[in-house]
């Protein structure tokens, strides 16, 4: 039994929300190296929230997934990235 319409939503937001958190994870991996990122540069709680919430609203899953899936560590994030400018000020540039 696949539960109420409700019970399948909110499965299909957790779903997504943890696809979001993987993809971002994947990104800041590949694009912020730790030595790169001073202590009083990482991001605090609030703002790993949004962009969580930014990954997870984001319109470029697709582009997303092919880029990480050929992107070497150490790539600048890309332009479609809504969360360029924050993984971009955790590097430095």
Known sequence: M???R???EQMLNFRRAAESLDRMSTMLALTVSP?????DELISD???RDALRACRDCDNVDQCDAWLAVAPAGAKTPDFCP???RFEFIHGH
Request: glycine share 6%.
């Open 2 to 4: 696949l539960g109420t």
């Open 35 to 39: 030595t790169d990122a001073q202590p």
């Open 46 to 48: 609030i703002q790993m």
């Open 6 to 8: 409700e019970e399948t």
């Open 83 to 85: 969360n360029r400018a």
